[in-house]
């Protein structure tokens, strides 16, 4: 039924569809750019990860509403499980077994070994320094022997042996991770050359090379500059800090110690970096005569003067970090390596690993400063005659910006492109993940290990006619088997905690996530934002926009939703498609814009609507009190669904033990008991200005500062608490002299910003108030019960009443529904009544102090003093309970005092 016509509805979607617009193109330039905000407190920032967050979730829907599917990749995951564990023993294995873990898999056929493991430390057995003591070499010992002493010798030669099929791996100190000016990177060049401990990159790899087309100083040999420079700052850091560091001489460190003055001098190179050409640049008089001298290149037709400056500020700044300092193998062990790759992980802001960055960086230095992921080097070493070639380049629309123009597999020995992949502008890559954990197989290390023909395998498979993928237990050949497959070498056990989140599991392999990429790379099966994305997508909105504007401006709701329950189904029929064929979209934004234009219009036409005083009058004044009614009728705003955002004071009390209680008592006697209780309860509610919400059974709703707000909400809400527990002992008494069972309460008491107003359909409202403020009341309400207590207060009521009321604090919890710890407090009377606790007060403030800084001895004595006072206070006797507890088995080194109620 066609409707009159809307101007209101048809301004709101015209302002609703040009704001979405603009959103959506600066949403997709920024995503294109994959530039993180250097603040990200500011409003633009907030919204691009809200923005950022729900793309996340929209993209983690369509991933498990398609399902989990099979890969054909020959790739298998050579786990370091529970069961090896238990079987070989704890974690990390002798190296001597790690080599013929090595050995035995590439003698069954395995193609290329990558190593999601590192071996970053020497690994020598204590007898080792007696046999040097002996003046004997490796040589003079027999090779079992020395397998024993020096296990690293025999993982060195496994390495030397099969240096072109195995992939050692590492990682870059996330800490290190900088922002820099880019001319810096020179510098970190030749710190990272300098560095032998850092050396990544085999010379001799020439699987991966980076061809940048934006750097004019390519040709300048900075070690001129930068040896005696360095050379400096390692003898002045050797006499000066090594003593206070390790409190010996350099001729008296340890092999390990030496590892470690290794990094500690690479990390002050590092430093010097980042003040090179600065004014606290030391040697900067040092650095302007190496400009001076230089004789050719772009500089030399650059005054001499002037040649610093000219070349600090026509550097380019590359689209993603680098950094300072990586995590390898040791030395001896990385030293026989022709491959090394990366298996860091990149998680998006919430925590999951969606994509994979195919490269990382030090410096800009080609053939030394750029390392492979785990999975592009293995698959590189799959086909020696691959090379993975990257193209850098001045972005066209920013020419102080590096982009990636392409990352291109060219066969080498024909100039073939075997295949382009499409990276990001930080040389990422989504991952095409199969599903959840086991979609390939699992070969446990131990399998690998033993003497058998036979192993058993893991790996999900689809039994006919169904639908799901199961774990399956495989027996299998093992040389049939592992022919011509390609292997990662990682932990999956529990332990070990190598888990990651990904979109299809909150508890996967961190090996499998590389693996999945491998498999990509073999099959060419990727993910990618279509090329029409930025240009387009903003230009759909602007058309999708205006024909639902007009629609629903014309028609009625329901012809509305029949429209765009057609128009949402064809967009998820587009959406499968391009994810079928590899390509994914920012579905949000269609999304978002269907649904506030839906929910925007038909409210504006539903409020638009006349509606007459009288009947608000007569609807609300048969469930609300008359002053209520006139705060309504004086403010339009109260009538809305949702009302509005106000602060106030939220009071629960309930009845311990109450269904205990009615079973005792026949409907007549039951009823009499609540309503003797409940009069007086609500009455005194009323008297200290309350709006009594409700009554849930036994329990009563009630909340201050609002409808009429006043400043002094809390304090009117603790009153109320207190006046109830007095009334409750004159109940008390009275249903004890009648034979009536005796009732207690609990009060929850919190203050908090939450939504007040009339709530509810159009048939039936109340007003309430609803919000998290709200639930945490509740829940306080429900303490009660853990700590023995009848009051207690929230830390954002007790900030507004501590100067009026005696209370103490109780705890640091997490109340069920809430991962953010609130400090609770327990409402002990009001100030100046002499309360029996108030002097104990500070004793007991500073034990709880105690308790929290793990100092339970301290704490013990000063709850003592109080429970000797006080032998029935169920809050003391439950923390001399957790601190004997606590110092008899002392929590984790990271236990923050803070107490999970399991219950609500």
């Not at 056990?493 to 599991?505: K, N, S």
Request: glycine share 4%; net charge neutral; with cysteine.
């Amino acid at each position: 039924m066609i409707k009159n016509f809307s101007i209101p509805s048809l301004i709101i979607g015209l302002l609703i569809t040009l704001t979405s617009t603009f959103v959506t193109y600066e949403f997709l330039k920024l995503k294109s750019k994959q530039q993180a905000f250097s603040d990200k407190s500011t409003l633009a920032s907030i919204g691009y990860q809200v923005l950022e967050g729900m793309d996340y979730l929209i993209y983690d829907l369509r991933m498990k509403a398609l399902g989990e599917s099979t890969s054909q990749a020959p790739v298998i995951l050579i786990t370091v499980d529970d069961a090896s564990i238990e079987q070989i023993g704890r974690w990390p294995w002798d190296r001597n077994i790690i080599s013929q873990l090595i050995q035995n898999t590439l003698s069954q056929g395995v193609k290329v070994i990558g190593l999601d493991v590192i071996f970053s430390e020497p690994q020598t057995n204590p007898l080792a320094p007696y046999y040097l003591k002996q003046q004997l070499t490796t040589s003079q010992l027999p090779s079992q022997i020395e397998a024993l002493l020096y296990p690293d010798n025999s993982l060195k030669k496994t390495i030397q042996n099969f240096r072109s099929q195995v992939v050692l791996g590492s990682f870059p100190d996330e800490g290190m991770a900088s922002i820099n000016a880019p001319f810096t990177d020179y510098c970190r060049n030749q710190a990272f050359s300098m560095a032998k401990s850092s050396m990544v990159m085999s010379p001799e790899n020439i699987s991966f090379v980076v061809i940048d087309n934006a750097d004019p100083f390519e040709s300048v040999d900075f070690s001129n500059l930068f040896n005696p420079i360095f050379e400096h700052l390692e003898q002045s850091y050797i006499k000066n800090e090594l003593p206070k560091v390790f409190f010996k001489n350099i001729e008296q460190l340890l092999p390990q110690e030496i590892s470690r003055l290794q990094i500690l001098l690479n990390q002050n190179r590092m430093r010097y970096c980042q003040r090179w050409l600065s004014d606290k640049d030391e040697f900067i008089e040092t650095s302007i005569k190496f400009f001076e001298s230089i004789q050719d290149g772009p500089l030399a037709s650059v005054e001499k003067a002037k040649r610093w400056s000219y070349f600090k500020n026509n550097i380019k700044i590359y689209p993603f970090n680098q950094y300072d300092s990586w995590t390898i193998n040791h030395k001896d062990i990385q030293g026989e390596a022709l491959y090394t790759a990366s298996f860091a992980a990149h998680q998006d802001e919430d925590g999951k690993i969606r994509r994979l960055p195919l490269f990382f960086r030090t410096g800009n230095r080609l053939g030394l400063s750029f390392i492979p992921s785990l999975a592009l080097q293995t698959y590189l070493a799959i086909n020696p005659s691959y090379q993975a070639q990257v193209e850098i380049d001045i972005d066209p629309k920013n020419s102080e910006q590096k982009i990636i123009t392409s990352v291109s597999i060219v066969d080498t020995s024909t100039n073939e492109i075997i295949q382009k992949i499409p990276v990001n502008n930080r040389g990422q890559i989504l991952i095409k993940y199969s599903g959840s954990r086991n979609m390939f197989a699992y070969v446990p290390a131990k399998e690998i290990l033993n003497n058998s023909d036979q192993m058993t395998i893991y790996q999900k498979l689809r039994p006919k006619g169904s639908h799901e993928f199961f774990v399956a237990q495989k027996t299998v050949n093992k040389k049939e088997f592992l022919k011509n497959k390609v292997a990662l070498i990682g932990a999956t056990a529990t332990a070990v905690y190598d888990l990651r989140v990904t979109p299809f599991d909150k508890n996967y392999p961190g090996p499998e996530t590389h693996l999945t990429a491998l498999a990509n790379l073999i099959e060419q099966n990727y993910l990618k934002s279509p090329p029409w994305e930025f240009k387009y997508l903003p230009y759909a909105i602007i058309v999708l926009g205006l024909l639902i504007t007009l629609w629903l401006s014309y028609f009625g709701p329901l012809t509305g939703v029949i429209f765009l329950g057609f128009i949402l189904s064809s967009l998820l029929t587009f959406d499968i498609y391009l994810y079928k064929n590899g390509s994914v979209f920012s579905l949000l934004f269609p999304f978002l814009l269907i649904l506030i234009l839906f929910i925007s219009i038909t409210l504006v036409k539903y409020f638009t609507e006349e509606r007459k005083k009288r009947e608000l009058r007569s609807t609300f004044s048969k469930y609300v009190s008359p002053s209520i009614v006139d705060e309504i009728l004086s403010s339009p705003d109260n009538i809305e669904l949702g009302g509005k955002k106000q602060n106030v004071s939220i009071f629960f009390s309930d009845v311990r033990g109450f269904t205990t209680i009615s079973e005792k008592l026949d409907p007549h006697t039951l009823t009499q008991v609540l309503n003797r209780y409940l009069t007086p309860m609500t009455q005194i509610v009323f008297n200290n200005k309350g709006t009594l919400d409700k009554y849930m059974g036994d329990a009563v709703m009630a909340f201050f500062g609002a409808p009429l707000g006043f400043s002094d909400h809390p304090q009117m809400a603790c009153q109320a608490a207190l006046d109830s527990i007095k009334k409750l002992k004159l109940i008390q008494d009275e249903f004890q002299k009648e034979g009536l069972p005796l009732i207690d309460i609990g009060i929850g008491i919190n203050t908090a910003d939450v939504n007040v107003g009339n709530m509810g359909s159009d048939t039936v409202r109340s007003y309430t108030v609803m919000g998290d403020g709200v639930n945490l009341a509740s829940r306080l309400e429900g303490i009660n019960k853990e700590y023995g207590t009848r009051i207690v207060i929230s830390e954002f009521t007790y900030e507004l009443v501590k100067e009026t009321f005696l209370c103490r604090e109780l705890d640091w919890v997490k109340v069920k529904g809430k991962n953010k710890p609130v400090v609770i407090y327990e409402l002990l009377g009001k100030k100046g009544e002499n309360h029996l606790f108030e002097p104990f007060l500070n004793t007991y403030q500073n034990a709880i102090e105690q308790y929290h800084l793990s100092q339970f001895d301290f704490a013990l004595s000063n709850l003592n003093q109080i429970i000797k006072e006080f032998p029935s206070d169920p809050v003391t006797g439950l923390y001399i309970e957790r601190c004997t507890e606590y110092t008899q088995s002392p929590p984790p080194s990271d236990w923050d005092g803070v107490h999970t109620m399991k219950t609500k």
